[in-house]
């Protein structure tokens, strides 16, 4: 596979005039390091002790998960320790590190990149048209024999190509579940560019293969052509297809973000930063995003205080951080190894979100006693947002249609309503903050913030509310501006920084 070129910078042995940062640049510290850096590494290498301005220097201008030291007492040397610990700094072997700079511009590039491809790009086989069941955009439903029972048949095919090359390998991941008397199998080949028909490359992946993401490495670039097959006899379900610029086991989206995934293929992520380790420790649940990745890096980042984005990868754009027992238990348990992590206790703890991460807030702010929430353009009454779409929005949000099929099914917009305030209902809110700024005119879910007013009654809370005119998509500059001066508030006044 064929790297981006990469350039290192091996500060001490280059001549002075040579010593220039550009981006796409590896620090390797030898000796000293330049004094004034005007942006940010992709990477740095640290073979020795540093000096406190050093690290006042590299502070700045080194990311976190970008770190690395090839000299274990590095990491429990007095002075360079705790900024290794800071940066989430990783040991690199003196043996690994040509393997290291071989792969390092396909694990570390900057920013990220994630699409799905929904239903609406899936082509069944003509054969198999009459059998198939849709379930909104959630899943199509086949129930049927295939074939013979012994030969894989072709299912569907993917309409759309997907683009390749060889320098960015993609995670490529299906959401596909086989009832027990069916098996079934994905055929991708990769067509080479300028081409219709000239196959390059194929990968045939098993039921076991496509258990999670796979990463799929190019031979030059093309399009991928993809071919779902089964055999057997009995239903199978499919999903939205996932692909994204992979970092080959270097973290998801970003390096050190991780996959949170539940046993049917529901899928969300969490990125940590440890900003300057004080508290509190500040979640932010991204808001509704059709390309798949986290939201809000740089606003997090301005603040300083370490911070956790999750985010959402179902449906079109994120299905407000629901699902089953097993998958909701695995946001709650990233949001608790964090605070362990930090030694930071519960009221010690935000939570924040805009639009559809407002919903993530509350509802997971819900399982603890955090000492704040924040939320702009707050989203409660899923069910109600749904049937809002008949008349008072009508077409403007169509995927709160499938949040009603696959979460509340025939028990109706009122049972979906129910399940963000019976979270309220039953929380300990005593002494927790919320601060939310709400549209006046919002065509989304107009009673939101009364609503959580009424459900907060009696609770011991402080509550601040900021009341902005437009409907749900009108003014974001405004909600975004009054988020960030209410951390910015919080932080000064609760926690003094």
Same mark, same amino acid.
């Given at each position: 596979m064929a790297d981006r070129p990469l350039s290192i910078l091996e500060v001490g042995s280059l001549p002075e005039e040579d010593r220039e940062v550009a981006a796409g640049v590896l620090l390797?510290? !030898?000796?000293?390091? =330049?004094?004034?850096?005007?942006?940010?590494?992709?990477? %740095? %290498?640290?073979?020795?002790? *540093?000096?406190?301005?050093?690290?006042?220097?590299?502070?700045?201008?080194? *990311? =976190?998960?970008?770190?690395?030291?090839r000299d274990s007492a590095l990491s429990v040397d007095p002075v360079s320790g705790p900024f290794l610990a800071q940066k989430l700094a990783e040991y690199l072997p003196p043996e690994k590190y040509d393997t290291f700079l071989q792969h390092f511009s396909v694990r570390y590039f900057r920013g990220q990149y994630g699409e799905r491809r929904a239903l609406g790009n899936f082509r069944p086989n003509p054969a198999f048209v009459d059998h198939v069941r849709y379930l909104g955009n959630n899943r199509m439903v086949l129930s049927q024999r295939y074939g013979d029972g012994q030969t894989a048949v072709p299912v569907l095919t993917v309409r759309s190509s997907i683009l390749i090359w060889e320098e960015q390998p993609l995670d490529f991941f299906w959401e596909i579940l086989a009832g027990a008397g069916v098996l079934? $199998? %994905?055929? %991708?080949?990769?067509?080479?560019?300028?081409? *219709?028909?000239t196959v390059v490359k194929t990968w045939d992946l098993s039921e076991e293969?496509?258990?999670? =993401?796979?990463?799929?490495?190019?031979k030059g670039r093309g399009t991928l052509s993809i071919t779902l097959f089964a !055999?057997?006899?009995?239903e199978l379900s499919v999903g939205p297809l996932h692909t994204r610029y992979a970092r080959e086991g270097a973290g998801v989206f970003f390096p050190g973000g991780e996959r949170l995934a539940g046993r049917d293929g529901r899928e969300a992520a969490v990125y940590f930063e440890p900003g300057d380790g004080k508290p509190p420790l500040c979640v932010y649940f991204s808001g509704y995003r059709t390309a798949e990745g986290f939201e809000g890096l740089h606003m997090m980042q301005d603040l300083g205080a370490p911070f956790l984005l999750v985010t959402d990868m179902a449906l079109e754009g994120g299905a407000f951080y629901l699902g089953d027992p097993d998958f909701e238990d695995l946001i709650r348990s990233a949001i608790c190894k964090t605070l362990?992590? *930090?030694?930071?206790?519960?009221d010690q703890l935000i939570l924040s979100g805009? $639009?559809?991460?407002?919903?993530?807030a509350v509802y997971y702010g819900a399982a603890f006693h955090p000492h704040a929430l924040i939320v702009g353009k707050p989203l409660l009454n899923l069910?109600?947002?749904?049937a809002n779409e008949r008349l008072l929005r009508p077409g403007g949000f169509p995927t709160s249609l499938d949040i009603l099929q696959r979460f509340a099914g025939s028990d109706g917009a009122e049972t979906l309503n129910r399940r963000a305030f019976a979270r309220v209902d039953a929380a300990n809110w005593e002494g927790t903050e919320a601060a939310v700024s709400y549209m006046a005119q919002d065509d989304?879910?107009?009673?939101?913030?009364?609503?959580?007013?009424?459900?907060?009654?009696?609770?011991?809370?402080?509550?601040?509310?900021?009341r902005i005119t437009g409907r749900h998509n009108d003014n974001t500059s405004a909600v975004v501006e009054w988020f960030v001066s209410q951390y910015r508030r919080i932080l000064r006044e609760d926690f003094a920084r």
């Amino acid at each position: 596979m064929a790297d981006r070129p990469l350039s290192i910078l091996e500060v001490g042995s280059l001549p002075e005039e040579d010593r220039e940062v550009a981006a796409g640049v590896l620090l390797h510290i !030898r000796s000293r390091i =330049p004094e004034k850096i005007e942006e940010a590494w992709d990477g %740095v %290498v640290i073979d020795r002790p *540093l000096s406190r301005e050093e690290i006042g220097i590299l502070a700045k201008t080194s *990311l =976190p998960h970008r770190v690395f030291y090839r000299d274990s007492a590095l990491s429990v040397d007095p002075v360079s320790g705790p900024f290794l610990a800071q940066k989430l700094a990783e040991y690199l072997p003196p043996e690994k590190y040509d393997t290291f700079l071989q792969h390092f511009s396909v694990r570390y590039f900057r920013g990220q990149y994630g699409e799905r491809r929904a239903l609406g790009n899936f082509r069944p086989n003509p054969a198999f048209v009459d059998h198939v069941r849709y379930l909104g955009n959630n899943r199509m439903v086949l129930s049927q024999r295939y074939g013979d029972g012994q030969t894989a048949v072709p299912v569907l095919t993917v309409r759309s190509s997907i683009l390749i090359w060889e320098e960015q390998p993609l995670d490529f991941f299906w959401e596909i579940l086989a009832g027990a008397g069916v098996l079934f $199998s %994905v055929r %991708v080949r990769q067509i080479g560019e300028g081409s *219709l028909d000239t196959v390059v490359k194929t990968w045939d992946l098993s039921e076991e293969d496509l258990s999670q =993401p796979i990463c799929l490495c190019s031979k030059g670039r093309g399009t991928l052509s993809i071919t779902l097959f089964a !055999r057997g006899e009995g239903e199978l379900s499919v999903g939205p297809l996932h692909t994204r610029y992979a970092r080959e086991g270097a973290g998801v989206f970003f390096p050190g973000g991780e996959r949170l995934a539940g046993r049917d293929g529901r899928e969300a992520a969490v990125y940590f930063e440890p900003g300057d380790g004080k508290p509190p420790l500040c979640v932010y649940f991204s808001g509704y995003r059709t390309a798949e990745g986290f939201e809000g890096l740089h606003m997090m980042q301005d603040l300083g205080a370490p911070f956790l984005l999750v985010t959402d990868m179902a449906l079109e754009g994120g299905a407000f951080y629901l699902g089953d027992p097993d998958f909701e238990d695995l946001i709650r348990s990233a949001i608790c190894k964090t605070l362990k992590r *930090l030694h930071f206790t519960q009221d010690q703890l935000i939570l924040s979100g805009i $639009s559809m991460g407002s919903f993530g807030a509350v509802y997971y702010g819900a399982a603890f006693h955090p000492h704040a929430l924040i939320v702009g353009k707050p989203l409660l009454n899923l069910g109600s947002i749904a049937a809002n779409e008949r008349l008072l929005r009508p077409g403007g949000f169509p995927t709160s249609l499938d949040i009603l099929q696959r979460f509340a099914g025939s028990d109706g917009a009122e049972t979906l309503n129910r399940r963000a305030f019976a979270r309220v209902d039953a929380a300990n809110w005593e002494g927790t903050e919320a601060a939310v700024s709400y549209m006046a005119q919002d065509d989304y879910d107009p009673t939101a913030y009364q609503d959580l007013l009424a459900h907060l009654r009696g609770k011991h809370t402080t509550i601040y509310g900021k009341r902005i005119t437009g409907r749900h998509n009108d003014n974001t500059s405004a909600v975004v501006e009054w988020f960030v001066s209410q951390y910015r508030r919080i932080l000064r006044e609760d926690f003094a920084r």
